[in-house]
Protein backbone atom coordinates (compact mmCIF):
# COMPACT_ATOMS: atom_id res chain seq x y z
CA UNK A 1 0.00 0.00 0.00
CA UNK A 2 1.38 2.84 -1.02
CA UNK A 3 1.59 6.29 1.22
CA UNK A 4 1.47 6.30 4.51
CA UNK A 5 -0.60 7.74 7.60
CA UNK A 6 -0.69 11.50 8.11
CA UNK A 7 -2.87 14.33 10.22
CA UNK A 8 -4.48 17.19 8.55
CA UNK A 9 -4.34 18.68 12.20
CA UNK A 10 -2.50 18.15 15.68
CA UNK A 11 -4.24 14.83 17.56
CA UNK A 12 -4.97 17.32 20.48
CA UNK A 13 -6.81 19.91 19.76
CA UNK A 14 -7.62 23.54 21.46
CA UNK A 15 -11.11 22.89 22.73
CA UNK A 16 -14.12 25.81 23.39
CA UNK A 17 -16.84 26.35 25.18
CA UNK A 18 -19.75 28.52 22.79
CA UNK A 19 -22.61 29.32 25.02
CA UNK A 20 -25.93 28.73 22.66
CA UNK A 21 -27.38 31.12 24.81
CA UNK A 22 -26.57 33.70 27.69
CA UNK A 23 -25.27 31.87 31.08
CA UNK A 24 -28.12 32.11 33.58
CA UNK A 25 -27.12 29.51 36.63
CA UNK A 26 -23.43 29.41 38.13
CA UNK A 27 -22.20 27.75 41.17
CA UNK A 28 -19.80 29.53 43.76
CA UNK A 29 -17.17 27.70 45.58
CA UNK A 30 -15.02 29.10 48.13
CA UNK A 31 -12.79 27.27 50.60
CA UNK A 32 -13.54 27.84 53.89
CA UNK A 33 -11.93 30.77 56.57
CA UNK A 34 -13.02 34.50 56.87
CA UNK A 35 -10.16 36.31 54.71
CA UNK A 36 -12.29 35.10 50.96
CA UNK A 37 -15.39 36.07 53.15
CA UNK A 38 -15.73 39.58 50.93
CA UNK A 39 -14.43 38.78 47.96
CA UNK A 40 -17.34 36.05 48.03
CA UNK A 41 -19.67 38.68 48.31
CA UNK A 42 -18.40 41.03 45.79
CA UNK A 43 -18.87 37.76 42.95
CA UNK A 44 -22.73 37.26 44.60
CA UNK A 45 -23.09 41.03 44.00
CA UNK A 46 -21.97 41.37 40.87
CA UNK A 47 -23.19 37.84 39.37
CA UNK A 48 -26.50 39.36 40.81
CA UNK A 49 -26.18 42.05 38.74
CA UNK A 50 -25.88 40.58 35.77
CA UNK A 51 -29.24 38.85 36.33
CA UNK A 52 -27.58 34.77 37.19
CA UNK A 53 -29.17 32.80 39.56
CA UNK A 54 -26.15 31.84 42.00
CA UNK A 55 -26.22 28.25 44.12
CA UNK A 56 -24.06 28.04 47.13
CA UNK A 57 -22.92 25.28 49.36
CA UNK A 58 -25.16 25.05 52.37
CA UNK A 59 -22.15 26.59 54.78
CA UNK A 60 -21.39 29.22 52.23
CA UNK A 61 -25.19 30.56 52.59
CA UNK A 62 -25.10 30.22 56.27
CA UNK A 63 -22.75 33.09 56.01
CA UNK A 64 -24.75 35.94 53.96
CA UNK A 65 -25.27 39.16 55.73
CA UNK A 66 -28.98 39.53 56.89
CA UNK A 67 -29.37 42.22 54.28
CA UNK A 68 -31.46 43.00 51.28
CA UNK A 69 -28.90 42.18 47.69
CA UNK A 70 -28.47 38.22 47.43
CA UNK A 71 -32.58 37.32 46.35
CA UNK A 72 -30.59 35.49 43.89
CA UNK A 73 -28.20 33.14 45.88
CA UNK A 74 -29.77 29.74 46.98
CA UNK A 75 -28.20 26.95 48.58
CA UNK A 76 -27.94 23.31 47.88
CA UNK A 77 -26.83 19.95 49.82
CA UNK A 78 -23.68 17.90 48.73
CA UNK A 79 -26.04 14.59 47.38
CA UNK A 80 -27.75 16.85 45.41
CA UNK A 81 -24.78 18.33 43.40
CA UNK A 82 -24.32 15.36 40.91
CA UNK A 83 -27.86 16.35 39.34
CA UNK A 84 -27.34 20.17 39.02
CA UNK A 85 -25.38 19.42 35.91
CA UNK A 86 -28.01 20.28 33.31
CA UNK A 87 -28.99 23.39 35.30
CA UNK A 88 -25.33 24.78 36.02
CA UNK A 89 -23.47 26.27 33.30
CA UNK A 90 -20.24 26.98 34.90
CA UNK A 91 -18.55 26.95 38.45
CA UNK A 92 -16.88 29.78 39.69
CA UNK A 93 -13.88 28.51 42.40
CA UNK A 94 -12.13 31.13 44.50
CA UNK A 95 -9.40 28.90 46.25
CA UNK A 96 -6.69 26.97 45.25
CA UNK A 97 -5.49 23.67 43.62
CA UNK A 98 -7.72 21.84 46.60
CA UNK A 99 -10.72 23.19 46.19
CA UNK A 100 -10.57 22.04 42.38
CA UNK A 101 -10.35 18.54 43.39
CA UNK A 102 -13.37 19.31 46.13
CA UNK A 103 -15.19 20.68 43.34
CA UNK A 104 -14.38 17.18 40.86
CA UNK A 105 -15.24 15.09 43.60
CA UNK A 106 -18.87 17.19 44.83
CA UNK A 107 -20.30 16.47 41.23
CA UNK A 108 -18.97 13.40 40.14
CA UNK A 109 -19.29 12.31 36.92
CA UNK A 110 -20.79 14.97 35.05
CA UNK A 111 -18.66 18.49 35.57
CA UNK A 112 -20.14 21.89 34.42
CA UNK A 113 -16.55 23.41 32.97
CA UNK A 114 -14.56 25.51 36.27
CA UNK A 115 -13.23 28.82 35.98
CA UNK A 116 -10.55 28.70 39.03
CA UNK A 117 -8.83 32.17 40.91
CA UNK A 118 -5.88 31.57 42.19
CA UNK A 119 -6.47 32.29 45.70
CA UNK A 120 -4.63 29.15 47.80
CA UNK A 121 -1.13 29.12 48.51
CA UNK A 122 -0.03 27.54 45.29
CA UNK A 123 -2.43 27.19 42.48
CA UNK A 124 -0.74 25.03 39.73
CA UNK A 125 -4.28 24.48 38.49
CA UNK A 126 -5.69 28.00 38.49
CA UNK A 127 -4.62 30.31 35.78
CA UNK A 128 -6.67 33.39 36.89
CA UNK A 129 -5.82 35.88 38.54
CA UNK A 130 -7.65 37.03 41.74
CA UNK A 131 -6.76 40.80 40.76
CA UNK A 132 -8.87 40.47 37.99
CA UNK A 133 -11.48 38.49 39.17
CA UNK A 134 -14.05 40.40 38.04
CA UNK A 135 -13.15 41.07 34.68
CA UNK A 136 -12.43 37.65 33.59
CA UNK A 137 -16.02 36.48 34.60
CA UNK A 138 -17.29 39.31 32.51
CA UNK A 139 -15.13 38.22 29.24
CA UNK A 140 -16.60 34.33 30.21
CA UNK A 141 -20.00 35.62 30.09
CA UNK A 142 -19.08 37.47 27.39
CA UNK A 143 -17.99 34.75 25.79
CA UNK A 144 -14.11 35.60 25.68
CA UNK A 145 -13.46 35.69 22.13
CA UNK A 146 -14.49 35.60 18.73
CA UNK A 147 -13.90 32.32 16.89
CA UNK A 148 -14.76 31.78 12.86
CA UNK A 149 -16.30 28.32 13.20
CA UNK A 150 -17.11 26.33 9.13
CA UNK A 151 -20.69 26.21 8.34
CA UNK A 152 -21.60 23.76 5.25
CA UNK A 153 -23.72 25.12 2.75
CA UNK A 154 -27.21 23.42 1.19
CA UNK A 155 -26.62 19.40 0.45
CA UNK A 156 -24.85 19.34 -2.63
CA UNK A 157 -23.86 23.32 -2.90
CA UNK A 158 -21.03 25.01 -1.99
CA UNK A 159 -19.76 25.48 1.64
CA UNK A 160 -21.09 29.01 3.25
CA UNK A 161 -18.54 31.55 4.72
CA UNK A 162 -17.31 31.04 8.39
CA UNK A 163 -19.70 31.43 10.98
CA UNK A 164 -18.57 34.40 13.50
CA UNK A 165 -19.27 33.00 16.93
CA UNK A 166 -17.48 33.73 20.40
CA UNK A 167 -15.83 30.78 22.49
CA UNK A 168 -14.25 30.39 25.36
CA UNK A 169 -10.95 28.09 25.74
CA UNK A 170 -10.93 25.27 27.54
CA UNK A 171 -8.87 22.07 28.92
CA UNK A 172 -10.67 18.83 29.03
CA UNK A 173 -8.97 17.07 32.01
CA UNK A 174 -8.27 13.43 31.99
CA UNK A 175 -9.72 11.66 35.18
CA UNK A 176 -9.03 8.09 36.43
CA UNK A 177 -11.91 5.57 37.15
CA UNK A 178 -10.67 3.53 40.19
CA UNK A 179 -12.56 0.29 41.45
CA UNK A 180 -11.01 -1.58 44.59
CA UNK A 181 -11.07 -5.64 44.42
CA UNK A 182 -11.80 -7.31 47.97
CA UNK A 183 -10.58 -10.60 48.33
CA UNK A 184 -13.59 -12.56 47.79
CA UNK A 185 -14.08 -11.00 43.97
CA UNK A 186 -16.36 -8.16 45.52
CA UNK A 187 -15.99 -4.89 43.86
CA UNK A 188 -16.48 -1.48 45.24
CA UNK A 189 -18.06 1.60 43.55
CA UNK A 190 -15.63 3.19 41.56
CA UNK A 191 -14.14 6.21 42.68
CA UNK A 192 -12.93 9.16 39.83
CA UNK A 193 -9.57 10.70 40.98
CA UNK A 194 -8.19 13.94 39.26
CA UNK A 195 -4.50 13.45 40.33
CA UNK A 196 -3.40 10.37 41.59
CA UNK A 197 -4.62 6.67 43.11
CA UNK A 198 -1.51 5.74 45.41
CA UNK A 199 -1.29 2.65 46.78
CA UNK A 200 1.66 2.21 49.51
CA UNK A 201 2.11 1.13 52.58
CA UNK A 202 0.85 3.70 54.68
CA UNK A 203 1.39 3.15 58.94
CA UNK A 204 2.66 -0.37 58.11
CA UNK A 205 6.08 -0.91 59.75
CA UNK A 206 7.33 -3.64 57.33
CA UNK A 207 7.84 -2.68 53.72
CA UNK A 208 5.13 -3.89 51.66
CA UNK A 209 4.91 -5.44 48.53
CA UNK A 210 2.66 -4.13 45.77
CA UNK A 211 2.74 -5.41 41.85
CA UNK A 212 1.43 -3.65 38.83
CA UNK A 213 -0.29 -5.28 36.26
CA UNK A 214 -0.83 -4.76 32.69
CA UNK A 215 -1.74 -7.98 31.46
CA UNK A 216 1.87 -9.18 32.58
CA UNK A 217 3.44 -8.11 35.84
CA UNK A 218 4.90 -5.49 35.63
CA UNK A 219 6.84 -3.84 38.74
CA UNK A 220 7.20 -4.86 42.25
CA UNK A 221 7.70 -1.93 44.94
CA UNK A 222 7.25 -0.65 48.41
CA UNK A 223 4.26 1.61 46.98
CA UNK A 224 3.24 2.72 43.40
CA UNK A 225 1.20 5.37 41.99
CA UNK A 226 -0.97 5.81 38.66
CA UNK A 227 -1.68 9.54 37.97
CA UNK A 228 -3.29 11.69 35.41
CA UNK A 229 -1.42 14.62 32.88
CA UNK A 230 -2.44 17.00 35.69
CA UNK A 231 -1.14 15.19 38.47
CA UNK A 232 1.90 14.90 36.75
CA UNK A 233 2.76 18.25 38.67
CA UNK A 234 1.52 17.24 41.85
CA UNK A 235 2.62 13.85 43.99
CA UNK A 236 3.79 12.44 40.64
CA UNK A 237 7.33 14.59 39.81
CA UNK A 238 7.85 14.83 43.75
CA UNK A 239 8.41 11.18 43.11
CA UNK A 240 10.93 11.70 40.35
CA UNK A 241 7.97 11.67 37.48
CA UNK A 242 7.50 13.67 34.61
CA UNK A 243 5.68 17.01 34.08
CA UNK A 244 3.26 15.83 31.23
CA UNK A 245 1.36 18.38 29.54
CA UNK A 246 -2.65 17.88 30.33
CA UNK A 247 -4.07 17.29 27.22
CA UNK A 248 -1.64 14.38 26.62
CA UNK A 249 -3.49 10.99 26.25
CA UNK A 250 -1.71 8.82 28.70
CA UNK A 251 -1.32 7.32 32.28
CA UNK A 252 1.47 7.66 34.62
CA UNK A 253 3.33 4.74 36.45
CA UNK A 254 5.65 6.29 38.91
CA UNK A 255 7.07 3.86 41.77
CA UNK A 256 7.85 4.53 45.00
CA UNK A 257 10.62 2.64 46.91
CA UNK A 258 11.12 0.26 43.93
CA UNK A 259 12.40 -3.31 45.07
CA UNK A 260 14.33 -2.83 41.76
CA UNK A 261 16.91 0.62 40.94
CA UNK A 262 16.33 -0.38 37.41
CA UNK A 263 13.06 0.81 37.67
CA UNK A 264 12.10 4.23 36.74
CA UNK A 265 8.55 5.73 36.02
CA UNK A 266 6.67 5.12 32.40
CA UNK A 267 3.76 6.90 30.82
CA UNK A 268 1.28 4.71 28.75
CA UNK A 269 -0.92 5.26 26.37
CA UNK A 270 -4.63 6.12 28.19
CA UNK A 271 -6.04 3.26 26.68
CA UNK A 272 -4.54 0.40 28.82
CA UNK A 273 -6.36 -1.19 32.10
CA UNK A 274 -3.86 -1.30 35.15
CA UNK A 275 -4.30 -3.78 38.35
CA UNK A 276 -2.10 -2.55 41.62
CA UNK A 277 -2.21 -5.81 43.78
CA UNK A 278 -0.77 -6.17 47.63
CA UNK A 279 1.04 -9.61 47.13
CA UNK A 280 -0.96 -12.67 48.49
CA UNK A 281 2.32 -13.62 50.80
CA UNK A 282 3.20 -9.76 51.55
CA UNK A 283 4.01 -9.58 55.02
CA UNK A 284 1.21 -6.92 55.82
CA UNK A 285 -1.35 -5.02 53.83
CA UNK A 286 -1.32 -1.61 52.06
CA UNK A 287 -3.55 1.67 51.78
CA UNK A 288 -4.98 3.37 48.71
CA UNK A 289 -5.90 6.95 49.15
CA UNK A 290 -7.57 9.04 45.77
CA UNK A 291 -6.49 12.53 45.58
CA UNK A 292 -5.29 11.90 49.28
CA UNK A 293 -8.37 11.33 50.32
CA UNK A 294 -10.66 8.46 50.84
CA UNK A 295 -7.97 6.31 52.23
CA UNK A 296 -8.93 2.52 52.57
CA UNK A 297 -6.76 -0.44 54.10
CA UNK A 298 -6.22 -3.53 51.14
CA UNK A 299 -5.56 -7.15 52.37
CA UNK A 300 -2.70 -9.21 51.08
CA UNK A 301 -4.14 -10.44 47.74
CA UNK A 302 -6.84 -7.24 47.00
CA UNK A 303 -6.19 -4.99 44.53
CA UNK A 304 -6.99 -1.81 42.75
CA UNK A 305 -8.61 -1.93 38.93
CA UNK A 306 -7.43 1.46 37.14
CA UNK A 307 -8.11 2.87 34.05
CA UNK A 308 -9.18 6.21 32.09
CA UNK A 309 -12.47 7.74 33.00
CA UNK A 310 -15.34 8.23 30.28
CA UNK A 311 -15.97 12.12 32.48
CA UNK A 312 -13.18 14.22 31.94
CA UNK A 313 -12.93 17.44 33.93
CA UNK A 314 -13.00 20.85 31.94
CA UNK A 315 -11.47 23.69 33.11
CA UNK A 316 -11.54 27.44 31.62
CA UNK A 317 -8.28 28.64 30.51
CA UNK A 318 -7.13 32.48 30.50
CA UNK A 319 -5.39 32.12 27.42
CA UNK A 320 -5.12 28.83 26.21
CA UNK A 321 -4.21 25.01 27.35
CA UNK A 322 -0.32 25.62 26.29
CA UNK A 323 0.41 29.06 27.40
CA UNK A 324 -1.40 28.91 30.73
CA UNK A 325 0.66 25.41 31.40
CA UNK A 326 3.80 26.98 30.79
CA UNK A 327 2.88 29.95 32.92
CA UNK A 328 1.65 27.53 35.59
CA UNK A 329 5.44 25.50 35.68
CA UNK A 330 7.27 28.56 35.38
CA UNK A 331 5.33 30.94 38.39
CA UNK A 332 5.21 27.58 40.96
CA UNK A 333 8.13 25.29 40.22
CA UNK A 334 10.65 28.32 38.73
CA UNK A 335 10.98 25.75 35.86
CA UNK A 336 13.82 26.77 33.66
CA UNK A 337 14.73 29.85 35.85
CA UNK A 338 18.55 30.43 35.61
CA UNK A 339 20.88 33.03 34.96
CA UNK A 340 21.61 34.30 30.95
CA UNK A 341 24.80 32.64 30.02
CA UNK A 342 27.64 35.89 29.43
CA UNK A 343 28.24 36.34 26.37
CA UNK A 344 32.32 36.90 24.72
CA UNK A 345 33.70 39.18 22.31
CA UNK A 346 36.84 38.86 20.75
CA UNK A 347 39.66 40.82 21.63
CA UNK A 348 41.63 41.54 18.42
CA UNK A 349 44.74 43.35 20.36
CA UNK A 350 44.86 40.44 22.91
CA UNK A 351 44.17 37.89 20.09
CA UNK A 352 41.84 35.83 22.54
CA UNK A 353 38.44 35.88 24.23
CA UNK A 354 37.09 37.30 27.04
CA UNK A 355 34.03 37.71 29.04
CA UNK A 356 31.79 40.84 27.99
CA UNK A 357 31.36 43.70 30.40
CA UNK A 358 32.92 41.94 33.21
CA UNK A 359 36.66 42.59 32.96
CA UNK A 360 37.46 38.86 33.00
CA UNK A 361 40.89 37.19 31.96
CA UNK A 362 40.81 36.37 28.25
CA UNK A 363 40.05 32.41 27.48
CA UNK A 364 42.92 30.29 25.49
Known amino acids: MGGGLSFSRPYSQQHYLVWKEQPK ?12 HQRF ?14 LVER ?22 APKLYGAVDFVINLGGNGLIL ?44 ELAVAREGA ?7 PLAVRGVPITLRMRLSCRVVRRDGRQERPVEVLNEVVLSR ?10 IFERENLVQADGIMVATPTGSTAYSVAAGGSLVHPHCPAILVTPICPHSLSFRPVILP ?21 DGRGAEELAPGESVVVRMSRHPVPTINHTDQTADWFASIQRCFNWNDRTA ?7 GDAAAWKFNGNGGEGAD
Open 25 to 36: CVVVLRKPGPEL
Open 41 to 54: LDVLTFLGRRGLTV
Open 59 to 80: WNFGTLPAEPGYEHVFPFEPEV
Open 102 to 145: HAAALFGAAIPPLISFKLGSLGFLTCHRHERLLEHLDEVLGGAR
Open 155 to 161: EGGPRAG
Open 202 to 211: GAHPYLCSVE
Open 270 to 290: DYVTLRLRVRPDARNGAQVSF
Open 341 to 347: QKRLDWD
